[in-house]
């Protein structure tokens, strides 16, 4: 490594270490509308891009819009009659807080995910034959691989009648909203409380997150107030702690809850969208569309999409929430990432966030076939290599030279309680040795 590309390592260790031992987590309140709020020319972002941001949000028929950092507020924008008070609906950003409060069903002992669906609907919740209904389990329902058909007239629909076999569950990815609504009456049927009670009893004491489900249609659709739906983001983002309240304690849950939850999609979790994956899925297609759901944003970001263009952003590597409210964007109604990114062109520019991956720094992977992705990464690395299996030889070090512990899950490497920094791999394969290094935030 010539000195220059080590000044700038070193460098950016400083920065990483820095920041992870300096940053914390502001949390407003539970009672109240108390927020701390920090200026934008504070964070030295970009002020002459906030008005072009502001412009683009209007234009595309925007709400409400809020960037947080470490927990505080740093954009806070209303548009036309809507305030800070008013109440919008999540669409299917909702599912993401649905899946939160399954993995607390599950870890009061009230659910398993590998129980099937029938235990708590009966048998006949579908047109399915007994045996291929009984195939359908919660994490099927939790990961859109049902392998119920999403090709009915009413994708929506619950009524057994919609409810047809395409494909043994776990074998196709389908954005399919009928399957996963019924997990509200699965909720039901194991707790014995309505989503609504659920979130009064186990969510609002502990977060202030308020809002509530309402019927609409076949669906159960989530409505709250834009800081409501920040306040979930800044829950996610400490890993569902609310300061050292920890809200969800099942930490194996929430991983997999945020990380890629099946190799159909490799970009959706438990009704999360992940991106800085290699390949992405999109509803109604059937289509394996290669690269980064939102290329123009950071890797590590998770996000909660909705119909209209509700949109809650969390990304770990910044400390960063956004949340967008409104009206459909253009033409479309379905989920919008395109909308996303969009956004997020205009948004690295006004805090200065450049996307260039930390690879290309490193020259990864063009040489050697290897590729480490997310890079930075937060919890977890994957490996993309050819002819990786379990004979592989996987081996991580630290820039100091010591051997990092590997727990390898598939192509996964576990980092929880690793600090950060930047690490090497080293693959032994067939007589060949190739090596690459990623950031961990």
């Known amino acids: 490594c010539n000195p220059d590309k080590m000044k700038r390592i070193l460098t950016l260790l400083i920065i990483l270490f820095t920041y992870t031992n300096s940053q914390t987590l502001y949390f407003p309140p539970v009672t109240g509308s108390e927020w701390e709020s920090v200026t934008p020319a504070s964070l030295g972002w970009n002020l002459a891009k906030i008005d072009s941001l502001y412009s683009f949000l209007d234009a595309s028929n925007t709400k409400a819009f809020l960037v ?57 919740w579908t047109s399915l034959t007994p045996a291929q209904e009984a195939q359908i389990k919660i994490i099927n329902q939790l990961t859109m691989t049902s392998g119920l058909d999403d090709g009915v007239p009413d994708h929506y629909c619950t009524l057994p009648s919609c409810l047809i076999y395409k494909a043994p569950p776990g074998t196709r990815w389908a954005y399919h909203n009928g399957p996963y609504t019924l997990l509200d009456r699965v909720m039901q049927s194991a707790t014995g409380l309505t989503m609504n009670q659920f979130v009064a009893q186990k969510l609002r004491p502990f977060t202030g997150i308020g809002g509530i489900f309402w019927p609409s249609g076949y669906n159960n659709v989530f409505f709250s107030t834009p800081r409501n739906m920040a306040r979930y983001g800044l829950l996610i983002l400490n890993k569902g702690k609310w300061v050292q309240t920890p809200v969800m304690t099942d930490t194996t849950y929430f991983r997999e809850m945020t990380t890629t939850s ?29 690269g980064m759901l939102a290329p123009d944003a950071p890797p590590s970001m998770i996000s909660a999409l909705g119909k209209d263009g509700q949109i809650l952003n969390v990304v770990p590597e910044l400390n960063l929430i956004t949340v967008r409210m409104g009206d459909a964007p253009g033409t479309s109604s379905d989920v919008t990432p395109l909308y996303n990114n969009d956004t997020w062109k205009i948004l690295r520019e006004v805090i200065n966030w450049s996307p260039t991956s930390v690879e290309d720094e490193f020259e990864a992977p063009k040489a050697t076939g290897l590729r480490l992705h997310p890079n930075p990464a937060v919890d977890m690395v994957v490996l993309s290599f050819p002819g990786l299996n379990s004979d592989t030889g996987v081996e991580v070090f630290s820039v100091l030279g010591e051997r990092m512990p590997v727990t390898l899950s598939g192509n996964t490497i576990d980092l929880s309680g690793w600090p950060a920094g930047v690490y090497q791999v080293v693959i032994r394969s067939g007589g060949r040795v190739v090596s690459g290094k990623f950031v961990k935030y």
């Open 68 to 124: 947080l950092k470490d927990g505080k507020i740093v954009l806070e924008k209303y548009f036309d009659t809507f305030t800070r008070d008013s109440v919008w609906y999540w669409a299917s950003a909702g599912k993401s807080l649905t899946a939160f409060l399954v993995g607390i069903a599950k870890q009061e002992g009230k659910l398993r995910l590998d129980d099937t669906t029938s235990k708590y609907l009966g048998t006949g």
């Open 262 to 290: 099946n190799q159909l999609n490799k970009s959706y979790g438990y009704l999360w969208w992940l991106n800085g994956k290699e390949t992405y899925m999109l509803p109604q297609t059937q289509f394996v569309f290669p």
